[in-house]
């Protein structure tokens, strides 16, 4: 195999992944929504705080309500 056929090869592979763990994060992403918003719509129903937070710049948000 030539250098410029493996170069080609390595970059379609390294293309897959960062395409499968992009999609795989968008996944979890819409999952921690769809968790998320009934946690946010209850709490603004009853008047209380919604109060979203995040551990880190990676981490998914976590959704909380303190009552009034």
């Known amino acids: 195999m030539s250098k410029n056929k493996r170069n080609t090869l390595i970059a379609i592979i390294l293309s897959i992944f960062i395409l499968a763990i992009g999609?795989?994060?968008?996944?979890?992403?819409?999952?921690?929504?769809?968790?998320?918003?009934?946690?946010?719509?209850?709490?603004?129903?009853?008047?209380?705080?919604?109060i979203v937070s995040q551990k880190h710049l990676l981490a998914l948000k976590?959704?909380?309500c303190e009552e009034n």
């Open 23 to 50: 999609t795989g994060r968008f996944i979890q992403m819409t999952k921690n929504h769809q968790a998320n918003m009934p946690i946010m719509e209850g709490c603004v129903d009853n008047g209380g705080t919604l």
């Open 62 to 64: 976590t959704a909380t």
